[in-house]
């Protein structure tokens, strides 16, 4: 039974959902004498909510293109979806009415209504008018292309300031005059090089009265390749999203690019050969485009040739087409095949396109983002897909090249970028001929970095007072009226701490560096290869002459024994002589034995650089010198291509760092409490074989990879010692002895050295190879299953030896401190860093372990001074850390604070107070 309340309701609901369906199969259009339907008013609004995702913009769902009148009348794969003036047979119309409940348009988001159903029907029977001036095809790429920009006439010098002119004129704008010298110092010193100046730099400026004074400084601290270098290296490890630790590195799924990214800053490599190197990459280059191998199941965006795509697009062209990676992007006009496509470029095979982890069936093509710029053959082998690549984003018509990386500049100078965001180049400038003379002008100059940098340092725009950057939900226009106020970034907070005392880090967070100028050999002496002669042969007979001198003690003593039991048997005669007897024969069968001529141990050929477990053992090398004078400082860096000990006197030298990297390869060593004034000895003791890390399962499986000869073995030592008698250098050459398996008490000082060999220096041109990592089993194709070629690492290894010493932040593992300022996490490219205070930070400002270390170190240094000449501390505080003397009342503040007399907590109170005050921590 059904109540009557029920089914009245459902009566109800069923005449409503009958109507509707009328409706909707039925929508009557306005009569054809009605008004006109407005085609930019009407109908363009609804194309643009509805149907141009899919059908325009460059791409045809369905190969439906509504990008122009003429591109819908050719209708799509299924026949004519439109006919003017006929509304009732446009299949258009039952699409979107939702006729047939299986095919309904849009298939996501808000469906049309009765009245717009009807509107469209209205406008095609009135003829489809349509806006000439209207189209949905896929706008012009914006900054694309280059284009040359006349200097307009003007009273302004400066290029910059010429272009900005006109603008000013146009905002009416009086801009104002330029900060004073000591603003622009610190301002400049610390945009180019990333250091406050010193009280004497800064007096020195302030006392030169040359008008070309900025411009002369400009130039002097970017001539400065070591600062330069330190300074940008942060900033292009953002973007290049390298670094010395973290995610990828411990398992070799990822590798440093630090070396060459330091050479090519301290070098000034053009750009676009910067560019050419990381897209078409070397050994030494070859991290950035490879990315992060991840372990385990990864979403398809997120694959080794996707992130190639997603770093190459973002940094070089400014394009983030991460979204399109798993689906056609709803933020911009990017596709998935666009995405896939470049991929495709970086892929050892061909790529099936896959929408939100789900496969397509349908395979990507190579191309470029912009085909206009050039095309890649699909079917070129991946070395020449990556040097056609190379070869189209660093060609001069690339305009974007040029335009991403001068915006970066000015973002990176002023506060904000020409175009912003940062990462969608597509978007207009605020003053399109400023960007499109800096970029040409870059291009002009050889792709020159410093001279664009040099350029903007030296205009008056980059000299004007700071104005504060509106709040991120501000919706008012942005207009240029000088630099914005800036925030020290984490690496400029340290060093200048750092710089207050001299207590700068001694060594670099990683072995990569190279700091020889444009990586060659520094004045310093060069190590030679070495390695050993001997055969292989000598370390088993070696071990077998021990064993027999071992076992002929053993007999002899089993002789004289017998002997002295037959002495006492004589006396009893009988059975107990003829025992006697009997074991004198045996003792003396045991000595004939153990005399018989040692047996040479076969082993196999150099083909098969397999020797037996029982032949393992150990090369030795030995070095004898003698010091005048205890060192004040000593380190020493080694490369060996087999698992090593060392020895100092018969001590044990342990690293200091280790290139996990490269199978622990290389090490650096603090040799100073370990060498003395007189004679010293070193010792490294070298396994004779190298193997593959495994567990047990796998050592069974893999025997060969258990003990295994290198093609190619070797080591390389140096040793910088400074004392007050000057600086003296210890390298592996010919005078060092070397023996195979040798005897006991080889790390002493009696050694008698005669029955050692020389060491052999490798072959011209030859170099070790720790071949352990590429032997079975690979389990994945990664950096951690390479072999190690140790040549390229000599001389950069032997560069952080002969460096140790003010190291900068920006060379540093982040600590918590640096994270807490901002310094990211480079698992991701990041382009811009966040400028806005947050509560972590003022944690660890305020209560931070790391800055409060730091800050009791300088304070220990500084305790001195304070103590002598507590007067002048406050001054040279203040002028290192703001640039200026402090005012009497700050002066007072600072001396009340200091102590009478100074104390420890006293100085560390002041520090702490100062780094602490905007002054401090603001660009202004």
Not at 451 to 480: C, G, M, N, W
Not at 600 to 605: A, Y
Not at 665 to 682: F, P, Q, T
Request: charged residues 20%; negative net charge.
């Amino acid at each position: 039974m059904i109540y009557p309340a029920i089914r009245c309701l459902y009566t109800s609901l069923l005449l409503l959902l009958s109507a509707g369906l009328a409706l909707a199969q039925d929508v009557a259009p306005p009569a054809p004498a009605g008004p006109p339907v407005d085609f930019a008013k009407e109908i363009k609004p609804l194309f643009e909510a509805a149907c141009i995702k899919c059908h325009a913009k460059g791409k045809a769902k369905g190969g439906f293109n509504m990008e122009s009148r003429e591109a819908i009348l050719k209708g799509g794969d299924d026949g004519i979806d439109i006919v003017p003036g006929k509304s009732a047979e446009s299949r258009i119309v039952d699409l979107v009415a939702g006729t047939d409940p299986d095919e309904v348009m849009p298939k996501k988001g808000t469906k049309w209504t009765a009245a717009q159903v009807a509107l469209l029907r209205a406008w095609i029977d009135q003829g489809m008018p349509w806006d000439g001036n209207i189209s949905f095809a896929k706008p012009t790429a914006l900054n694309l292309r280059p284009h040359a920009v006349a200097l307009p006439e003007g009273v302004e010098a400066h290029p910059v300031d010429r272009l900005l002119g006109a603008y000013f004129a146009q905002h009416q704008i009086a801009a104002p005059g330029a900060v004073d010298d000591r603003t622009y110092a610190r301002r400049v010193y610390l945009d180019t090089i990333g250091l406050l100046p010193s009280p004497t730099q800064l007096n020195t400026f302030l006392a030169n009265n040359s008008p070309s004074k900025r411009g002369e400084l400009a130039r002097s601290l970017l001539s400065n390749q070591r600062d330069y270098a330190d300074h940008w290296l942060s900033f292009w490890n953002d973007l290049l999203r390298n670094d010395y630790a973290g995610t990828g590195f411990i398992d070799g799924g990822r590798r440093q690019i630090s070396r060459w990214l330091y050479s090519a800053l301290n070098e000034n490599l053009p750009f676009d050969q910067f560019v050419a190197e990381l897209i078409n990459p070397t050994t030494q280059s070859e991290g950035f485009s490879k990315g992060i191998i991840w372990r385990g199941n990864v979403n398809a965006s997120m694959t080794p040739p996707m992130q190639a795509a997603q770093n190459i697009s973002q940094t070089f062209m400014g394009v983030n087409i991460k979204c399109a990676s798993c689906h056609d992007s709803f933020i911009n006009d990017w596709a998935l095949a666009d995405a896939y496509g470049l991929a495709a470029v970086y892929s050892e095979q061909s790529l099936e396109l896959i929408h939100c982890d789900k496969p397509t069936g349908k395979k990507a093509v190579a191309a470029f983002l912009y085909p206009e710029l050039g095309v890649v053959d699909e079917n070129a082998t991946k070395p020449e897909r990556l040097r056609r690549l190379a070869e189209i984003i660093t060609d001069p018509k690339n305009g974007r090249l040029s335009r991403t990386v001068v915006n970066r500049l000015w973002a990176r100078l002023i506060g904000r970028g020409l175009v912003e965001p940062l990462d969608d180049m597509e978007q207009p400038a605020w003053s399109g001929d400023l960007l499109d003379w800096l970029a040409e002008d870059l291009v002009a100059h050889n792709y020159d970095l410093k001279h664009t940098i040099e350029l903007i340092v030296t205009s008056r725009a980059y000299q004007l007072p700071t104005t504060e950057s509106p709040a991120p939900d501000s919706k008012t226009p942005y207009v240029f009226t000088g630099p914005f106020t800036r925030r020290l970034t984490a690496e400029q907070f340290c060093d200048a701490l750092s710089g207050l005392a001299s207590t700068w880090a001694r060594l670099p967070g990683t072995l990569e560096f190279d700091f020889n100028d444009s990586g060659k050999p520094g004045n310093q002496r060069t190590p030679l290869w070495i390695w050993t002669d001997e055969p292989l042969e000598l370390a088993a007979e070696r071990t077998a002459a021990r064993a027999v001198r071992q076992q002929l003690e053993a007999a002899l003593k089993t002789v004289t024994e017998a002997q002295r039991a037959a002495e006492t048997a004589e006396a009893k005669g009988g059975k107990a002589m003829e025992a006697a007897r009997i074991a004198i024969e045996k003792a003396a069968a045991a000595v004939t034995a153990a005399q018989e001529p040692i047996k040479t141990v076969e082993t196999p050929g150099p083909a098969l650089k397999v020797i037996p477990e029982s032949s393992r053992h150990r090369v030795v090398f030995r070095k004898k010198f003698t010091l005048t004078q205890p060192p004040t400082d000593a380190y020493a860096a080694l490369i060996a291509s087999q698992r090593f000990d060392v020895q100092v006197n018969g001590t044990e030298a342990k690293p200091v760092m280790r290139d996990g990297a490269r199978n622990g390869r290389i090490v650096l060593l603090d040799l100073k409490s370990l060498l003395v004034a007189g004679e010293n000895i070193i010792t490294v003791d070298v396994s004779s074989h190298t193997e593959k890390q495994m567990n047990d399962s796998e050592r069974k499986l893999y025997p060969a990879s258990v003990t295994h000869l290198n093609a190619t073995s070797g080591l390389a030592f140096y040793l910088q010692i400074k004392s007050g008698a000057g600086v003296e250098e210890i390298v592996s050459d010919p005078s060092w002895r070397v023996r195979r398996n040798p005897e006991s008490g080889w790390n002493t000082a009696t050694l008698a050295e005669t029955t050692w060999a020389e060491a052999r220096p490798l072959p011209d041109n030859v170099t070790p190879i720790d071949e352990g990592p590429g032997l079975e089993p690979i389990t994945r194709q990664d950096f951690a299953n390479l072999p190690v070629a140790l040549g390229p690492q000599l001389v950069p290894a032997v560069s952080i030896a002969t460096h140790v010493g003010k190291i900068r932040a920006s060379l540093l593992v982040t600590d918590s401190l640096q994270s807490a300022l901002e310094r990211p996490g480079r698992e991701q490219i990041v382009t811009t860093r966040s400028s806005a205070a947050t509560t972590l930070q003022a944690l660890e400002l305020t209560n931070g372990s790391t800055l409060d270390q730091r800050i009791a170190v300088t304070a220990a240094k500084l305790l001195p001074e304070a103590i002598a000449n507590p007067s002048t501390l406050p001054e040279t505080l203040y002028l290192q850390l703001f640039g200026r003397p402090p005012a009497e009342t700050e002066r007072a503040i600072a001396l009340e604070m200091l102590g009478t007399p100074a104390t420890a907590s006293g100085v560390s109170d002041l520090v702490w107070a100062l780094v602490n005050l905007p002054d401090f921590q603001l660009i202004n």
